[in-house]
């Protein structure tokens, strides 16, 4: 196997592996040091099953569930929650057959509005559109470096309220309470418990509110906070190829969707890795 960097600040290639067999104990260690090393792992050129890429990504931990209440879920076999189709791909009857089918996605880290949420999310690319579609993922350990020291020191130790709408793409709205939707708080910083490393977590999709402020200067601090996230300095943005599996690490970095022509067809199977609860950074 080898291992290629793609970028600077994140992203590896993967080649000379056969993921539809299982892996010995060392090369799972060699995919993980990888994985520590570049945030965001991609084996290029395999062609996995669902079952198949679910026993994959059960090597880095137990299977998570996705967010996304049962009765909600457009997929047909969804295997339990554990499978969701990212596909503006429709049936017969013209309806989606899987999840947020089309149009561009903001900075989000999966599941992040839950205690417990997921740390790998592996996408297999099972059908790409020529242009556009490309997802961007931004290193959460450069943001927090970037942050400057009088910011850090107002924010140390505080959490923020991640809350999520499944009928919608924007952040949202506070005014209409909590009951409906899932929400939690989280530490805006977080020591990742594999590389002790900090890294900064909110998001433009999913952070609500940062602790201990009121809503005007939450937003003006979040404002801040989403600019240096979403540097452009501090992302790969990668570009699908038909049958790569990706991986990346949602403790440390964020990812996004760019549009992409309705006409074409994109189809990437998701799983995830269920992680532990969010470490606060040592203030
Ligand atoms: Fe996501």
């Not at 909110?202 to 989403?226: H, K, N, P, Q, W």
Request: glycine fraction near 6%; charged fraction near 25%.
């Amino acid at each position: 196997m080898k291992v290629t960097p793609l970028s600077a600040v994140g992203g590896a290639e993967i080649t000379g592996v056969d993921l539809s067999r299982p892996q010995s104990p060392e090369i799972l260690a060699e995919f993980e040091k990888a994985w520590n090393e570049h945030l965001v792992i991609i084996f290029r050129d395999q062609d996995l099953t669902a079952d198949e890429q679910l026993a994959f990504a059960g090597n880095f931990g137990p299977m998570g569930e996705r967010g996304t209440p049962a009765d909600q879920r457009r997929e047909v076999d969804d295997y339990g929650g554990a499978v969701m189709l990212v596909t503006n791909q429709k049936d017969d009857d013209g309806n989606y057959i899987g999840t947020i089918p089309e149009g561009e996605l903001w900075f989000h880290s999966d599941l992040s509005y839950q205690e417990i949420p997921h740390k790998a999310t592996m996408l297999h690319a099972v059908a790409v559109p020529d242009i556009g579609g490309n997802t961007m993922f931004a290193n959460m350990y450069l943001a927090y470096e970037n942050i400057p020291d009088g910011l850090k020191t107002k924010l140390a130790g505080r959490r923020a309220l991640h809350a999520y709408d499944f009928a919608m793409t924007e952040r949202y709205d506070l005014d209409k309470g909590l009951d409906d939707i899932q929400s939690c708080w989280q530490p805006i910083f977080v020591r990742h418990p594999d590389t002790s490393r900090t890294a900064l977590y909110v998001s433009r999709l999913m952070t609500a509110l940062i602790e201990g402020f009121d809503r005007a200067e939450s937003d003006a601090i979040l404002s801040d906070l989403l600019d240096i996230a979403e540097d452009p300095n501090i992302i790969y943005e990668h570009k699908w190829q038909t049958r790569d599996l990706l991986m990346t690490d949602n403790r440390c970095a964020l990812h996004a969707r760019r549009d992409f022509p309705k006409d074409q067809l994109r189809l990437l199977r998701r799983c995830t890795v269920k992680g532990d609860q969010s470490l606060a950074a040592a203030a």
